[in-house]
């Protein structure tokens, strides 16, 4: 990214970040310019390949590590009649995974049981005791899903008792691997299948691909269109906030299209519950539709949400989805709580770590990521378990490196897990002065080398006259946007807002004005720019131009993420 100085305004946003230029200046009033500028900086041409995404073009499941033996070994166990038990996971990914793992294999004709672990009991990861429960019911293969690869004691208890144990995961492991039947795992150093970028149920999703080319091979293959699992395999990947270009974009923009069209029968409920009535997109996911299916492992169990995810009933769909709403906005009540508290314990403090017995596990490691957006340095929030340790959860902010952060505080952690954003790890209540103190030390030492992380890059600046509709139905050929592929960010300079209207929920809408034209402008609740935008006022706006299909029948509107006042 190019400096400030390069023409953008010099004051910090209302947001208290500093505009830079993601690639080279461009500022033009021509829609067509920017347009053909775009294709440049992102090496494209309108006729490239990634703005029609094929499933054709998915890579051949066996090019993963370890695929053959996985596959093969299910594919025994369907023909045998073999008894298969699923270990989920507890959040979006998990439970969207285990949902896909037992459609399609019971669809297959198998018995296929789960469990999925709770979140404040039982931690993430497959239990010993889940594994000698499986194993006493009669089971004899077991499939993980977005769990497993750090798991030694459960993968060496199921050797022990002849369960056929294979891995599915996407985590980093340890330059050790579990004792399992077959570790799928794109992250594993001789692997790098997907570019490391899937999820975990996509990983299961490319193993039932596998499974199903092998039983089309023996004149098998089930009357089951692995296509029907595309919702859920969409909406595990964006709430776990991977990367959407490759793969990755292939699988979503093709979920996308059965979220719109052909949901499952929970993920329709689901949508009907959260009155999502316009076109599914992957902010719909991010912010309607996976929150509500995280809400079952935070507030209550995540076997709700996998519940509602594998069912064909309607009826228990519905029940299911109204039972996530209410977690969810049980969910929200509490974290705003648990944020408050949070913060009026850390008055004053030095160091962003805190913990409290009466908190609730579901939501410290929200509260701790509200913490590191506001104070603009990572935070530490902690519950206590039934142990009375501390459990704690982590949450850093661009330019810090969380998993890091962690390593420097190991002597204080009985364990601990993590990556550059978030983490978490369990500390000995005796432990947690050496913990904050540990924990403060790593902070500074990143924060000095931190250099103003606080920066909003900004793709182009444009006239309003370029606010034009085609321009903006052209962006929309880049969705589905999400992580690494950021939806363009553009800003309006020195406009003033000529209409100002309120409405509910804390949208605010705008009408902005240059002396001769005039764009729509919508301003969403939660990102603090409301008390300051008012009617009258010169300002610079940097947001995201599109299509209103909403309420503006096709119109453009721009939509504002922040903005320089005139003069500050």
């Known amino acids: 990214m190019t400096p400030a100085a390069a023409g953008l305004p010099e004051q910090r946003t209302i947001r208290g970040m500093r505009l830079v230029w993601r690639h080279a200046p461009l500022c033009t009033d021509d829609p067509a310019v920017a347009w053909q500028e775009i294709l440049r900086v992102r090496g494209l041409q309108e006729s490239d390949a990634f703005f029609s995404p094929r499933l054709s073009e998915l890579p051949d499941p066996d090019d993963m590590q370890d695929m053959d033996r996985a596959a093969s070994r299910l594919v025994r166990a369907l023909q045998a009649h073999e008894k298969i038990h699923v270990f989920g996971d507890f959040d979006a990914d998990g439970v969207n995974g285990t949902a896909i793992l037992l459609e399609a294999l019971r669809a297959a004709g198998a018995e296929v049981s789960f469990s999925i672990p709770h979140r404040a009991g039982d931690g993430h990861g497959i239990g010993v005791e889940a594994v000698e429960q499986a194993q006493r019911a009669g089971i004899t ?12 004691a459960a993968s060496r208890r199921a050797a022990e008792l002849g369960l056929d144990l294979i891995i599915t995961d996407h985590h980093l492991p340890e330059s050790t691997l579990p004792e399992a039947f077959a570790v799928l795992n794109p992250a ?33 293959k089930p009357a ?29 923009y093709h979920g996308l299209q059965r979220l719109n069209h052909a949901p499952s029968v929970g993920m329709q409920a689901l949508l009907e519950v959260a009155r999502i009535s316009k076109s599914v997109d992957a902010e719909t996911i991010g912010f309607h539709l996976a929150p509500r299916i995280n809400a079952a492992g935070r507030m209550q169990h995540g076997e709700a ?7 064909e009933d309607a009826d228990e769909a519905r029940r299911l989805a109204m039972e996530l709403d209410a977690a969810n906005k049980l969910r929200r009540q509490v974290e705003a709580d648990v944020f408050r508290q949070a ?29 590191a957006r506001k104070y603009g340095r990572p935070a530490a929030v902690g519950f206590v378990t039934p142990d009375g340790d501390i459990r704690v959860s982590l949450r850093g902010r661009p330019g810090f490196h969380v998993g890091d952060i962690l390593n420097a505080c190991a002597s204080y952690l009985e364990g601990f897990g993590g990556h550059a954003g978030a983490g978490g790890g369990t500390v000995r209540r005796q432990q947690w002065d050496g913990f904050c103190a540990a924990f403060g030390a790593a902070v500074e030492q ?31 050929r880049f969705e589905p946007w999400g992580q690494g592929n950021r939806p363009f960010s553009w800003l309006l300079r020195d406009v003033y807002i000529a209409e100002h209207r309120a409405l509910r929920g804390g949208v605010l809408r705008l009408k902005l004005g240059d002396g001769r034209r005039s764009c729509n402008a919508v301003v969403f609740q939660g990102n603090g720019l409301n008390r300051h935008l008012q009617q009258g006022l010169r300002v610079s706006v940097i947001g995201r131009l599109q299509v209103d299909h909403w309420q503006g029948n096709g119109a453009v509107q721009f939509i504002v993420e922040d903005a320089v006042l005139a003069g500050t």
Request: neutral net charge; charged residues 20%; glycine residues 10%.
């Open 305 to 311: 949400a996998m519940r509602l995810l594998a069912t």
């Open 141 to 152: 293969l077991g499939l993980s899903v977005d769990t497993g690869s750090t798991c030694f």
């Open 188 to 220: 594993r150093a001789d692997c790098g299948f997907a570019d490391r970028r899937l999820c975990g149920t996509g990983v299961a999703f490319f193993l039932l691909m596998a499974v199903w080319k092998r039983l089309a091979r023996a004149g098998e």
């Open 446 to 476: 990143q924060a000095a080398r931190v250099h103003d992380h606080l920066c909003l890059a900004i793709d182009g600046e444009l006239g309003l006259s370029a606010l034009h509709g085609g321009l903006a139905e052209r962006l929309g």
């Open 224 to 252: 089951f269109d692995l296509r029907r699992l595309l919702d859920r395999v969409a909406v595990a990947t964006v709430a776990d906030v991977m990367d959407l270009v490759g793969v990755n974009r292939i699988l979503v």
């Open 343 to 371: 913060e009026a314990r850390l008055q004053q403090a030095q160091v962003l770590a805190v913990f409290d017995a009466d908190w609730h596990a579901g939501v410290v490691g929200l509260a701790a990521g509200r913490l």
